[in-house]
């Protein structure tokens, strides 16, 4: 079994991984042999706009998917043109645009945070008068971890925010006191098979995902996610795994982003699932049956961002798990995570404060 993967990164690094013992060969597009995933794993050479390469990965794959939102849904068509696709182009596209993203949500029946398109000068005094202050202004498109977004607090600086991002098309949405960020991942099989990790607790520092703790044990919530996600899946008749990002507020949950992909607040699910994110969207993608997500206990992610740690002080931790994702430093940029595992949640609560201190 041959999966092809357009993008290079830690996902996909992590994806190949997981598929060895399973003997699932993952073939790679989108980065070369230094690339996350080209250190371990198969590589073409070429870029997502080669078409040629396109072509040569869909000919040598049983079924093509992608690790990154941001590929080109014109190199995802170009692949389907070759071998199936999973999840489908539409998905793809759903989850780059801001604002088609906000809709697709609304119109499942999905809270999200107000907001307001802006494509020209009129909108910025529609977003003054309808959303308060703060206000996140986000582009549409290509924004991630963070980037291409700026919170604002009057008038002048919403202006000089959209003139900061070039004024490209561009959403402000409303500010939403939340008491906490969780994610739910699920994951579509063939024949509409699901399956759900539980809910995930994610602290992110400057919009870059910084901890994630799991489960965050709420039946409730977790049923209405559920609920969310089986429906958004049912509408692209889905396969692999899907995750949404939501606040968590007073009068519940409101959705924030979609992922049309394995997640960085899934990394856990490597030790603390029976199956992890990871190779659960490789037997979705290729029809195969879904593993379970129950999990091991309580687990704690910590993202390595900007630094590499001593990897003898964190691994002096006990059951501390290490993974690095061989990319150069640079600030802000995500290097590797470390998991941790415990039976109690107070346990692992306080493994991660230890785990902080022993990462620079
Ligand atoms: P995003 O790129 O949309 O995932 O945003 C990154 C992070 O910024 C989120 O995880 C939140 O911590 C914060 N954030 C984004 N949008 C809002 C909002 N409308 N209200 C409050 N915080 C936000």
Request: some cysteine; hydrophobic content about 40%; overall charge neutral.
């Amino acid at each position: 079994m041959r999966v092809g993967i357009l993008g290079a990164g830690q996902l996909g690094r992590m994806l190949a991984l997981a598929g060895y013992p399973l003997g699932i060969d993952c073939l790679f597009l989108g980065g070369d042999r230094n690339s996350p995933a080209g250190q371990v794993s198969r590589i073409l050479e070429g870029g997502l706009d080669d078409n040629a390469q396109l072509d040569a990965l869909a000919a040598q794959s049983d079924v093509v998917t992608f690790e990154f939102e941001n590929v080109p849904a014109e190199a995802l068509k170009r692949a389907a043109a070759g071998a199936p696709v999973h999840p489908s182009v539409d998905a793809l596209a759903a989850g780059q645009d801001r604002l088609q993203e906000k809709r697709l949500l609304r119109n499942a029946g999905i809270p999200t945070a107000p907001y307001v398109a802006v494509s020209e000068t009129a909108d910025l005094r529609r977003a003054e008068s309808e959303l308060g202050w703060p206000q996140v202004l986000k582009a549409r498109r290509l924004g991630y971890d963070g980037k291409s977004q700026r919170i604002v607090h009057s008038a002048a600086e919403l202006a000089a925010a959209w003139s900061e991002l070039n004024r490209v098309p561009s959403i402000a949405e409303g500010w939403v006191r939340f008491e906490r960020e969780l994610s739910l991942i699920g994951v579509r099989g063939a024949g509409g098979q699901t399956a759900f990790y539980p809910l995930s607790e994610n602290v992110h520092t400057q919009g870059i995902l910084s901890t994630t703790v799991a489960p965050y044990q709420d039946p409730q919530l977790q049923r209405t996610a559920e609920a969310w996600l089986k429906n958004l899946m049912e509408r692209f008749d889905y396969r692999g795994v899907l995750t949404v990002e939501f606040f968590h507020t007073e009068a519940g949950l409101v959705a924030n982003e979609i992922a049309p992909r394995v997640h960085n607040s899934g990394h856990w699910t490597i030790e603390g699932a029976e199956t992890s994110q990871f190779e659960n969207h490789l037997r979705g993608v290729l029809g195969l049956p879904l593993g379970s997500t129950a999990t091991r206990g309580h687990a704690a992610m910590l993202n390595l961002i900007g630094r590499m740690p001593d990897p003898t002080a964190v691994l002096s931790i006990p059951g501390a798990h290490l993974h690095d994702y061989g990319k150069t430093p640079r600030p802000g940029r995500k290097l590797g995570h470390c998991t941790l595992l415990r039976s109690r949640r107070e346990d692992v609560e306080a493994a991660l404060e230890t785990l902080k201190s022993a990462t620079p």
